[in-house]
Each structure stands twice: as C-alpha cells, then as structure tokens.
C-alpha cells in the first residue's frame, strides 16, 4: 500500500472518532451545560451534625446526631451510639456521590420518585452559621442494577447505586456494635472487673501508672503488659455478635441481674462504661447489657473468655522488659556491698560509686563487655518461675540482696531476693519481690546467682581500650 493512501486513512480515522466523541458530548450535556455534579452540592461532611434517613420501601428510619466530641449518635427510633463505620460510609456517599442530569423527564413517578423509595437528608451550617438543609430522594434501580435516579431541588439526575447500597442494611447497621463506644483517643486509665467463673473469682482492679498496667486489688503487682493489651482490645474493640432485644424482659432471665461477669472501665477523659455478662444457663448463649441502656444483645463465648482471663494470667513473669541494647545502668547488691555497671559512649564501667553521676565517677574499673553481655542476656529472657498465693509474707534477707535495671528512655526495673522458700512437690527456691509490688515470687537460682555477681569477675583484662569513633588523631613515635 502506498505512503498517500496510508496517510488518507489515518486522517479518515481521526475525523470518524471527533464525530463520535462529539456527539456523545452533545448526547449527554444537559441544557445547563453541566455534565456531571455533585448530588450533595456545596456541602461539607465534616460541618454536618445531622443525618437523616427514611427508607420506605423497606419500612425503617433512623436519625444520626453529632456532638460536641465528634461522636456520631442515633436518636431515632431509639437512642443509643451509632455505628461508625456505616456512618462513615454514609458521609463518603455524601462526598463522593455525582449525577448526570436526565433530560425531557415529564413525570417523576416513571422513575419511581413519586413517591421516592428512601430519602436521605443532610443538615448542616454554612461559614456564617446557617442552617442548610440538603435532602437526596431516591427512585428506581436502572435495568443493568448499577445505577438508580435520584432528586435534589428539585432535579432529576442519574447517580450510581453506592448510596442505595450503603442503605440495604437497615436500620441496625446504624447501631454501634462495639461493646463499649469511646472515641481513640480515650485511653482507657482504670479497670475494675468482678465475678466468678469455673469456680474462679475474677476480681481485679487496674490503673496505668504511667505507661505501666498495675493491679491495685486483690493485690498490688505489676500487669503484662501484652496480656492487659489484648484484654483491653477486646473490651474497646469488641464486637456483640447481634442485638437480641431492645425491650427485654427482666435481666434475670439472661442471667444479667446477678451477672457471671461484670467490667467497668474509666478513660483518661472521664468517660465511664460499665458492662455484665452473662447467661441464663451453662449451655446457654452469653448475654450481655450496657449499664444505663435497656437493649440486651447476644457475645460470642471467645468475647467473654478472653473477658474472663484469670488474674494470675495477666501478671508479668518477666522481671526486665527491655533488650540487652537499651540497658544504660545495672546495679547488683548483696554482702553490704554495692556494684554498678554502667554504660559510658561505647565502654562499660564499674564502680561501688552510687552517688554520683556515671559520667562523672572518677574511681571506675573497665569491664569486659562479653561478659556484660552474658550478664545482660540472663536477665533479658529473665522470667519469675512462679508467682506465691497473696498471703505469703515476704521475708528480706540480712544484709539485702537486690539488683536494678535502668534503660536509655528512663524505665527502671528491679527488686530484692528474699528467703528460700519451699514449695511442697517442688524444690522451692529463692523469693524475690519486684520493687513496687506486693506480691511474692519465686526466681531461678541463675538470677540468685546473678545478683551476687563481683565486679571482679566482669572485669576487662584489656591493658588499655580506645573508642575510636571518640579518638582525632593517631600519632606513631620511633
């Protein structure tokens, strides 16, 4: 084919898909010139406070507040905190939604919006304060199911499906199924939890002290931390499994009056929420209520178990949680005597000095960092070999054995050896009490041992030890 009749179809090509396009154009522009719009034109999701939605072919309504904390509540049909997720996608709907207008409509039940199947309405106010009103009427599905006709002053405009399909739940989709409802940034502060299961008592009291869980009853003793976590996720984070009654009978019938297992929880804001599970028999579904709402609901048995964990499984068997890299300072007393080893740029000291500032201690001796190491590794996977019943008295030994880590970010770890203390079927061991708790346990004889470490066997037998990063100039003599 030759070069000319080549170029004259390129040219035939390119003019045919102007047309095409042109007249599509011309097909789907509206008399206003607008194309495609927003269906909640000039409204903004993060200045609405209220959400409306009456849904009559399927029969159900529900109105959805805002409030002062940002928190999404339903006060329609009933009052209770509403689903975040579904309100989220609820609000994206309003974002994101867009329409093309549907031109020469004479008659808007044809479309089935006389009357609409639902309506959704926005309230909100503008930057001057005004209160602006928004409602979306929604009319039938289109033949291929992706789209549908809505509404909005008055105009009709073909949308896609996603805002029908954010509806097709009902009304409960819009009702908040966490157990608890606090915002994120409520971190929960306090615990307190009573009751009995397999013959076990479940009370406890909890504070965080600091970024440490503490017990504070049946005893004072420091929390696993990982344990306390998963527990308080899944008191925050967890899920009923359904609402079973919004006027249920009397909390006896669920086993709720004396209840297997009641939690209260309070939050750095104050925030309070007290829940009780339970069931009306040992092979029944676990129930569970809400202090201060009616509506009983239907948890899944891992809920309530996870819920249940005994208080000698959320104790922390670990008696130094940091690695062998973040430990700034180690202490070790027993015989009356002292000994710290401490970290300086690169080097381990050593010194019977407690008073004055590692950096500043003149009388120090050079330790061997393998063996520091060695020392640091024990106590890194260092775990209590088993905690003693509350009623065991803790008996100091004279003179007092103790040992203590510090930590580069500020956290210290350590507690005092106590007196052997026989365990009947077991060989017993030495007792130690981790500084700040009551209660007593029992240690390894490699942490006795450890504790009774003498700087002489950590010491360097370097002649001398450069750090070089430290080190500006190198001179060789003859």
């Given at each position: 084919?030759?070069?000319?009749?080549?170029?004259?179809?390129?040219?035939?090509?390119?003019?045919?898909?102007?047309?095409?396009?042109?007249?599509?154009?011309?097909?789907?522009?509206?008399?206003?010139?607008?194309?495609?719009?927003?269906?909640?034109?000039?409204?903004?999701?993060?200045?609405?406070?209220?959400?409306?939605?009456?849904?009559?072919?399927?029969?159900?309504?529900?109105?959805?507040?805002?409030?002062?904390?940002?928190?999404?509540?339903?006060?329609?049909?009933?009052?209770?905190?509403?689903?975040?997720?579904?309100?989220?996608?609820?609000?994206?709907?309003?974002?994101?939604?867009?329409?093309?207008?549907?031109?020469?409509?004479?008659?808007?039940?044809?479309?089935?919006?006389?009357?609409?199947?639902?309506?959704?309405?926005?309230?909100?106010?503008?930057?001057?304060?005004?209160?602006?009103?928004?409602?979306?009427?929604?009319?039938?599905?289109?033949?291929?199911?992706?789209?549908?006709?809505?509404?909005?002053?008055?105009?009709?405009?073909?949308?896609?499906?996603?805002?029908?399909?954010?509806?097709?739940?009902?009304?409960?989709?819009?009702?908040s199924k966490s157990l608890v409802n606090i915002s994120p940034l409520e971190r929960p502060i306090e615990v307190v939890r009573s009751g009995e299961l397999d013959g076990r008592d479940l009370g406890f009291e909890a504070l965080l002290d600091g970024i440490h869980w503490m017990a504070a009853r049946p005893v004072r003793a420091t929390l696993d931390p990982l344990t306390v976590h998963l527990f308080l996720q899944q008191l925050v984070g967890g899920r009923?499994?359904?609402?079973?009654?919004?006027?249920?009978?009397?909390?006896?019938?669920?086993?709720?009056?004396?209840?297997?297992?009641?939690?209260?929880?309070?939050?750095?804001?104050?925030?309070?929420?007290?829940?009780?599970?339970?069931?009306?028999?040992?092979?029944?579904?676990?129930?569970?209520?809400?202090?201060?709402?009616?509506?009983?609901?239907?948890?899944?048995?891992?809920?309530?178990?996870?819920?249940?964990?005994?208080?000698?499984?959320?104790?922390?068997?670990?008696?130094?949680?940091?690695?062998?890299?973040?430990?700034?300072?180690?202490?070790?007393?027993?015989?009356?005597?002292?000994?710290?080893?401490?970290?300086?740029?690169?080097?381990?000291?050593?010194?019977?000095?407690?008073?004055?500032?590692?950096?500043?201690?003149?009388?120090?001796?050079?330790?061997?960092?393998?063996?520091?190491?060695?020392?640091?590794?024990?106590?890194?996977?260092?775990?209590?070999?088993?905690?003693?019943?509350?009623?065991?008295?803790?008996?100091?030994?004279?003179?007092?054995?103790?040992?203590?880590?510090?930590?580069?970010?500020?956290?210290?770890?350590?507690?005092?050896?106590?007196?052997?203390?026989?365990?009947?079927?077991?060989?017993?061991?030495?007792?130690?009490?981790?500084?700040?708790?009551?209660?007593?346990?029992?240690?390894?004889?490699?942490?006795?041992?450890?504790?009774?470490?003498?700087?002489?066997?950590?010491?360097?037998?370097?002649?001398?030890?450069?750090?070089?990063?430290?080190?500006?100039?190198?001179?060789?003599?003859?």
């Amino acid at each position: 084919m030759q070069i000319r009749n080549i170029l004259v179809l390129i040219v035939l090509a390119a003019g045919l898909l102007a047309v095409v396009a042109l007249q599509s154009d011309e097909a789907e522009r509206d008399p206003d010139g607008l194309e495609d719009f927003a269906v909640f034109a000039g409204i903004d999701p993060d200045r609405i406070r209220v959400l409306t939605i009456d849904h009559a072919e399927r029969n159900w309504q529900a109105r959805l507040e805002r409030d002062d904390r940002d928190l999404w509540l339903m006060t329609d049909p009933v009052a209770y905190p509403a689903e975040a997720s579904s309100v989220k996608r609820l609000l994206d709907q309003v974002r994101n939604l867009r329409g093309e207008a549907v031109i020469g409509l004479d008659d808007a039940a044809k479309v089935g919006l006389d009357p609409p199947r639902a309506r959704v309405s926005v309230t909100t106010r503008d930057e001057d304060g005004n209160e602006v009103v928004v409602a979306v009427d929604l009319g039938a599905i289109d033949l291929d199911g992706d789209g549908m006709y809505v509404r909005v002053n008055d105009r009709v405009l073909r949308a896609r499906r996603t805002l029908d399909n954010a509806l097709l739940g009902g009304v409960d989709d819009y009702r908040s199924k966490s157990l608890v409802n606090i915002s994120p940034l409520e971190r929960p502060i306090e615990v307190v939890r009573s009751g009995e299961l397999d013959g076990r008592d479940l009370g406890f009291e909890a504070l965080l002290d600091g970024i440490h869980w503490m017990a504070a009853r049946p005893v004072r003793a420091t929390l696993d931390p990982l344990t306390v976590h998963l527990f308080l996720q899944q008191l925050v984070g967890g899920r009923l499994k359904r609402f079973h009654s919004d006027d249920p009978a009397p909390l006896a019938t669920y086993g709720l009056e004396d209840p297997v297992l009641r939690i209260e929880m309070a939050t750095v804001r104050d925030s309070r929420a007290a829940l009780r599970m339970g069931r009306p028999s040992d092979e029944g579904p676990w129930f569970c209520v809400r202090e201060g709402y009616p509506f009983v609901w239907e948890v899944e048995d891992r809920t309530v178990r996870v819920l249940a964990t005994p208080f000698e499984d959320l104790l922390d068997y670990r008696i130094v949680r940091a690695k062998r890299a973040q430990v700034q300072e180690l202490v070790l007393e027993s015989g009356g005597t002292p000994r710290r080893i401490y970290r300086v740029g690169g080097q381990w000291r050593m010194t019977g000095d407690l008073e004055s500032d590692a950096a500043d201690v003149e009388d120090f001796l050079l330790a061997d960092e393998g063996a520091v190491s060695d020392l640091l590794a024990v106590l890194e996977g260092a775990e209590l070999a088993a905690y003693l019943p509350p009623d065991v008295a803790f008996v100091p030994l004279d003179p007092p054995q103790r040992l203590s880590v510090a930590t580069a970010g500020g956290d210290v770890f350590g507690g005092e050896l106590g007196a052997f203390h026989a365990v009947q079927g077991s060989e017993g061991g030495h007792t130690f009490r981790r500084d700040g708790d009551d209660l007593v346990a029992l240690v390894d004889q490699e942490i006795a041992e450890l504790v009774t470490t003498e700087l002489d066997e950590l010491r360097s037998l370097a002649l001398h030890k450069l750090v070089e990063r430290e080190q500006n100039a190198v001179v060789l003599r003859r």
